[in-house]
């Protein structure tokens, strides 16, 4: 078994633990429960939420530090009305075509959605929430590599922005680049210590490639800078978890 030293994190070439393979995007706090299988783990990512600033998200998730004003009085048809109606007067408006691709987005369509995120980026290509949210729908839509190039620019005008380098290390870690991964995941705890979802993350990261020790320290902080959260409910699913699959490994003959 070869190991390939990647700044302080060792990654041993073996095989990985799976990941279930249903994984998506919540647009509210990028929570994707976590299960166990038959004698197999399944540590889902979790993905920042998007930057839906019409859809009751949080205002500044992925991509620029701040966002739009969320709108959470407006139903999805209303707003697709509103919006519609300033594209039918102003069809070169930027942030009415970004507004729209979110409307998309919460249909499901993912195909508009894109293209109402590229519109607006060919009028304003430093339209940061917009580029974003491309990632994010590329990445659903399983086109890892795109969305990997769109988080880079987003972190290119916005270097600080925890939650862009969490989200880029979520793309990064499904597309198999475990410790570019982990990199972008403590680039974002670096920035912001307490944020739940870079913890949760790199708790996943260290338990896919067997490192449970330091997954509990870092689904105990998430635990314990944001309890009483959908996060922090998936990060005790997997403490119980471990501990209890450790408890039935030391009753077990021969251990």
Same mark, same amino acid.
């Given at each position: 078994? *070869?190991? $390939?030293?990647?700044? @302080?994190?060792?990654?041993f070439?073996?095989?990985?633990?799976?990941?279930v393979?249903? +994984?998506? !995007?919540?647009r &509210?706090?990028?929570?994707?429960?976590?299960? !166990?299988?038959g004698?197999? +783990?399944?540590?889902?990512?979790?993905?920042?939420?998007?930057?839906?600033?019409? *859809?009751? *998200?949080?205002g500044?998730a992925?991509?620029? $530090?701040?966002?739009?004003?969320? &709108?959470?009085?407006?139903?999805?048809?209303?707003?697709?009305? /509103?919006?519609?109606?300033?594209?039918? &007067?102003?069809?070169? @408006?930027?942030?009415?075509?970004?507004?729209m691709?979110?409307?998309?987005?919460d249909?499901?369509?993912?195909t508009?959605?894109?293209?109402?995120?590229?519109?607006?980026?060919?009028?304003?290509?430093?339209?940061?929430?917009a %580029?974003?949210?491309l990632g994010g729908?590329?990445?659903?839509?399983?086109e890892? &590599?795109?969305?990997?190039a769109?988080? %880079? /620019?987003?972190?290119?005008k916005?270097?600080?922005?925890?939650?862009?380098?969490?989200?880029?290390?979520?793309?990064?870690?499904?597309?198999?680049?475990?410790?570019?991964?982990?990199?972008e995941?403590r680039?974002?705890?670096?920035?912001d210590?307490?944020?739940?979802?870079?913890? #949760?993350?790199?708790?996943?990261?260290f338990a896919?490639?067997g490192? #449970?020790?330091?997954?509990?320290?870092?689904w105990?902080?998430v635990?314990?800078?944001?309890?009483?959260s959908?996060?922090?409910?998936?990060?005790?699913?997997?403490i119980?978890g471990?501990e209890?699959?450790?408890?039935?490994?030391?009753?077990?003959?021969?251990s």
């Open positions: 078994m *070869c190991r $390939k030293k990647h700044g @302080n994190f060792q990654v070439r073996r095989k990985r633990v799976d990941i393979s249903d +994984w998506r !995007i919540s &509210e706090d990028g929570v994707l429960k976590g299960v !166990i299988a004698n197999r +783990w399944y540590f889902p990512v979790i993905l920042v939420a998007l930057m839906l600033g019409s *859809c009751g *998200c949080s500044a992925r991509g620029a $530090k701040s966002g739009p004003a969320a &709108e959470p009085q407006l139903t999805l048809e209303q707003r697709m009305i /509103k919006y519609q109606d300033t594209l039918r &007067e102003k069809p070169e @408006n930027v942030e009415a075509l970004y507004q691709g979110n409307v998309y987005f249909m499901g369509d993912f508009e959605a894109i293209q109402h995120y590229q519109r607006a980026l060919q009028r304003d290509p430093e339209h940061l929430p %580029r974003a949210n729908v590329l990445q659903e839509m399983g890892l &590599e795109d969305a990997i769109e988080y %880079r /620019k987003v972190l290119e916005s270097p600080e922005d925890a939650r862009a380098h969490s989200n880029l290390g979520n793309a990064l870690y499904v597309n198999g680049q475990v410790a570019d991964a982990v990199d995941f680039g974002a705890l670096e920035i210590p307490d944020n739940p979802h870079a913890h #949760y993350n790199l708790g996943v990261a896919d490639e490192y #449970y020790d330091e997954a509990l320290v870092e105990r902080k635990v314990e800078v944001l309890p009483e959908d996060v922090a409910d998936a990060a005790e699913r997997n119980e471990i209890r699959a450790r408890q039935t490994y030391r009753k077990s003959p021969g």
